[in-house]
C-alpha cells in the first residue's frame, strides 16, 4: 500500500499524467496518477489516505520544489493536470449519492487568483457530506459572489485563496456579504490564511482542512 501511494505522489511530483503521457521523458511508458489512483482505490487503499499520502503529498513536494526555484512553472502545471486526472477517480467516493442534500454552499476562489485543486478538494468532501455545492471557479469577483447568495440562498459561502496578494480581497467579499445577508455563514481557507486574519475580517470560520470545515458546515445546520 505504501509503495503504491509513494508512486502516486512521483507521478504528481514529476507531472506524470498516464500511460499515454510522453512527459517525463524517464517515466515514459509507465502508469501515470491516472491509472495508479484507480488501481489503489480498487486494491481497496482508503480514499482519503491516496487523497493525502499520494497526491497532496506530491504536490505539496513540487511545491517546495517551486519555492526553492529547483522546478518551474511548466513543471507545476504539469503536475496539476496530474492531480486532476486523478481526482476524476476520488470523486465518486466522496460522493455517496444516497445522502440527501442538507443545504448549499456557494464556493469560490476569488478576484485574481487562479488556484483551484484545494478549492475542488474542499468542494468535494462538502458534496460528499451531502452538501449542494455550488462552484463559481476561480477569480471570483465579490458581486458573482452577492449574485450567487441571493439567486441560490446558501447557507454558506466558501472562500479560497492561495497567494497572500488575493487573500486580501476575502475581506472586502466578506464585508459585503455579511451586510447583505447576515445570516449566511462565510467560511474561509487556503495555505496564507490564518485564524488570526479571519478573526480580524469578520469571517465566520477560518479552517486550515476539508474536513474541519466540513465539520463546521454540518454543526450549523
Ligand atoms: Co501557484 N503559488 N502561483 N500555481 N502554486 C503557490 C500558492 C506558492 C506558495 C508557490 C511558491 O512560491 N512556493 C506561491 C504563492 C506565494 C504567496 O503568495 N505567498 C504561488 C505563486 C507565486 C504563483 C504565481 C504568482 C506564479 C507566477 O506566475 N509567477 C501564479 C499566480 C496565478 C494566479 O493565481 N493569479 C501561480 C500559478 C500557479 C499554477 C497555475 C501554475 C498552479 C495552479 C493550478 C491550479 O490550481 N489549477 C499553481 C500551483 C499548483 C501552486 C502550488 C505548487 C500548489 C497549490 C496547490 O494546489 N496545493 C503552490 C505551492 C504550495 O502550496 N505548496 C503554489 C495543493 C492543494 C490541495 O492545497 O490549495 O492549500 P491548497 O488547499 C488545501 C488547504 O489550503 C485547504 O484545503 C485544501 C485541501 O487540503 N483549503 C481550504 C483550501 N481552500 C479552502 C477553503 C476552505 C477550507 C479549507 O473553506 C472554504
Known amino acids: 500500500m505504501r509503495e503504491l ?3 502516486i505522489a512521483l507521478c504528481v511530483e514529476r507531472g506524470k499524467v498516464d500511460a499515454n ?3 517525463p521523458h524517464d517515466m515514459k511508458g509507465q502508469d501515470g496518477a491516472d491509472e495508479l489512483t484507480k488501481k ?5 487503499i ?3 489516505e491516496v487523497l493525502a499520502k499520494g497526491l497532496i503529498a506530491g504536490m505539496q513536494t513540487v511545491g517546495e520544489r517551486f519555492r526553492d526555484g529547483e522546478v518551474y ?3 507545476v502545471l504539469m503536475s496539476a493536470k496530474s492531480l486532476t486526472s486523478a481526482m476524476k477517480h476520488l470523486k465518486p467516493y466522496f460522493q455517496s449519492g444516497e445522502v440527501k442534500h442538507k443545504g448549499k454552499i456557494v464556493m469560490g476562489t ?3 487568483d487562479l488556484h483551484d485543486i484545494g478549492k475542488k478538494i474542499v468542494a468535494m468532501f462538502f458534496e460528499g457530506g451531502g452538501w449542494e455545492v455550488i462552484d463559481l471557479g476561480v477569480d471570483v469577483s465579490t458581486d458573482k459572489f452577492i449574485q450567487a447568495v441571493e439567486a441560490h440562498k446558501p447557507l454558506a459561502v466558501g472562500l479560497s485563496a492561495l497567494l497572500t496578494t488575493t487573500m486580501v480581497s476575502m475581506e472586502s467579499i466578506t464585508r459585503e456579504i455579511k451586510a447583505k ?3 449566511v455563514k462565510v467560511i474561509i481557507g487556503g495555505a496564507p490564511v490564518t485564524q488570526d486574519f479571519a478573526d480580524r475580517i469578520g469571517a465566520d470560520a477560518y479552517y486550515p482542512d476539508p474536513q474541519g470545515a466540513l465539520d463546521y458546515l454540518n454543526a450549523a445546520l
Open 181 to 183: 445577508t447576515p445570516e
Open 73 to 75: 512553472l511548466p513543471d
Open 110 to 112: 476569488v478576484t485574481g
Open 40 to 44: 489503489a482505490l480498487e486494491s481497496r
Open 21 to 23: 503521457s510522453p512527459h
Open 46 to 48: 482508503p480514499a482519503s
Open 5 to 7: 501511494l509513494e508512486r
